[in-house]
């Protein structure tokens, strides 16, 4: 059914049913024809901007991004109205996220902004930018300025639970997500995540109660069924395990699925040799499958509790696939085995295979820093932060290699980056404090700056924490402060590191207490001890003597 045109009298002048008639050839006729139908219509309805995003949509629905690009580039030339430059910048954002093409999405999404900053559709690709470049501070920012400017845009609660969780506020998320869903009680997703927050907090029951729900009401979506199985797992429920996976394995397209859980089942029953061809039949279906990860990894740790590495690395090496995951975990399997120079091959290949994680670039940066080439690790750390931005490994492990090298403004600079993007992330507060308090103790200013970010632990569980937080008082010289805490850390710790023995020498031998101090410092000197301060503490403890 062709479109005439406006001029022709049989067909009324009415625009909406003309658009519904566009949307309705694009669901239901190939793509030739309705693009011709849209651009037909575009020369004789100029006026009627919204057919560019139409066509864009089209092109982007039938996977030719190219053509979408170079149409909305094209609306952006012809200078057209602002609101229509805006779209046509949001459209080619979004396309460009999607192509991983992350610095011009950011650029469009600025250019939006810039203009209007309470854009909504700007501010949540803003957010889902700034979520993976791991930076959940301003991610929460946008978020929340969607949400009070439009309370019911579901997919900013998705995003902004994802993030608090993110955090390590757990609470925080389920509040999102509990919100979401009073808005949309049939986003299954939702209900999905909130059931594994639920569990996090040990609170199995309920998120098998939140399960039940969805794989009742949405009996052929198969996540519900997915992850009812592997709750049940975790919680040892065999019964409704098997029954889950059964129910899975009879929908559409989830055999594999089904497949990699009866393996699950049989590794947590000790039935750890039946599980093997299971894994090994997901594997094979398709090496480069997510799925498959997780089945690689599984059948690794499978082979090392059953001492049969050397059979599984055999039958890695064997796999027919140009994964970087599948070279990333042979690797690893390398590693295990103490193959260390071919394991850095694999770890190479991984990275040349453009791996989207950091493990490999981990993995071989740890490699060179054995070998004391620490420029070459520091430049494979550099191309890990850069694949997986929101991972911190990276840059954590960056900062102990500068640490080692003396260069403390450096590290203390990284830890600075990781807590404005995520405030809180507690090993980096913990890092910060140590860091000043071992190397900057004479600055106060930096003193200060110390406290600020270790007296979060004030009320800590973490012995390790505490154990920091009173360095820092000892520091600045506020010894009734740091006793209590210190002793606390040393109470609770297993095991008690030799540095924080350290920690506690020098604070006994500060407070008079000689022989305690002498006891202490002995311990934080045995051999192969290894920390800042080691030397300080063999000093000290000769003034016991």
């Known amino acids: 059914m062709a479109l005439r045109s406006s001029s022709d009298s049989s067909f009324p002048n009415n625009w909406e049913a ?14 030739t024809t309705t693009e011709a139908e849209i651009r037909k219509e575009l020369e004789g309805s100029p006026e009627h901007k919204e057919l560019y995003f139409l066509l864009a949509s089209l092109y982007v629905n039938n996977g030719n991004n190219d053509k979408a690009i170079a149409l909305l580039e094209e609306v ?36 939006v902004l810039l203009k209007d900053a309470s854009n909504t559709e700007a501010l949540f690709v803003h957010a889902q930018l700034s979520s993976e470049q791991g930076d959940y501070q301003r991610t929460v920012s946008d978020l929340r300025a969607i949400i009070r400017d439009k309370p019911r845009t579901t997919k900013a609660f998705q995003l902004l639970a994802e993030t608090f969780f993110n955090q390590g506020h757990i609470n925080l998320a389920i509040d999102m997500l509990n919100q979401l869903l009073a808005i949309d ?7 999905i995540l909130l ?24 009996p052929t979506y198969p996540a519900g069924w997915e992850n009812t199985t592997r709750v049940a797992i975790n919680a ?70 059953l001492k049969r590495l050397p059979e599984v690395s055999t039958y890695i090496a064997g796999l027919k696939s140009d994964s970087g995951v599948v070279s990333s975990i042979y690797g690893e399997v390398l590693l295990a085995m103490g193959k260390i120079d071919e394991a850095a091959q694999a770890f190479d290949q991984a990275i040349e295979r453009k791996v989207t994680v950091q493990d ?18 520091l430049q494979t750390l550099k191309k890990a932060e850069a694949i997986a931005p929101a991972d911190i490994r990276a840059e954590m492990m960056t900062a102990d290699i500068l640490s080692s090298q003396g260069k403390f403004a450096e590290v203390i600079s990284i830890y600075d980056k990781l ?19 071992d190397n900057q103790n004479n600055d106060s200013v930096a003193m200060e700056k110390a406290q600020l970010a270790a007296e979060r632990f004030i009320n800590s569980t973490n012995p390790y924490f505490l154990d920091t937080l009173g360095w820092v008082y000892f520091r600045q010289g506020k010894i009734t402060q740091a006793q209590p805490i210190l002793e606390r850390a040393i109470k609770t710790a297993t095991p008690v590191l030799p540095q924080m023995q350290y920690h506690y020498g020098s604070l006994l031998l500060e407070a008079g207490r000689i022989e305690e101090a002498k006891v202490a410092l002995s311990k934080a000197v045995i051999a192969n001890a290894k920390y800042p301060g080691h030397d300080e503490a063999e000093k000290l403890l000769r003034k016991t003597r």
């Open 185 to 191: 009680l049939t986003d299954w997703n939702a209900r």
């Open 18 to 31: 003309k658009l519904a008639l566009i949307t309705l050839l694009r669901n239901h006729r190939d793509i």
């Open 419 to 437: 807590l404005a993007h995520n405030s809180a992330l507690d090993i980096a507060a913990n890092n910060l404090a140590q860091t000043i308090a």
């Open 236 to 305: 040892k429920n065999w019964p409704l395990a098997e029954e889950s996976v059964k129910k899975l394995d009879l929908l559409d397209g989830q055999h594999m699925a089904a497949t990699y859980f009866k393996a699950q089942i049989l590794t947590n029953t000790n039935k750890k040799e039946g599980a093997i061809p299971l894994y090994k039949q997901v594997i094979d279906a398709d090496p480069s499958a997510p799925l498959s990860r997780s089945a690689l990894l599984e059948l690794v740790n499978v082979a090392k509790s």
């Open 76 to 111: 952006l030339r012809k200078n057209m109205d602002e609101r229509t430059s805006l779209n046509a910048r949001l459209f080619l954002a979004n396309i460009y996220f999607l192509q991983d093409d992350k610095s011009m999405a950011e650029k469009l999404v600025d250019e």
């Open 360 to 377: 490999p670039y981990l993995n071989r940066a740890a490699i060179f820093v054995k070998d004391r080439q620490l420029d070459m690790a």
């Open 195 to 218: 059931a594994h927050m639920h569990e996090l907090q040990g609170n199995t029951r309920q998120a098998l109660e939140i399960l039940d729900i969805v794989t009742k009401s949405a």
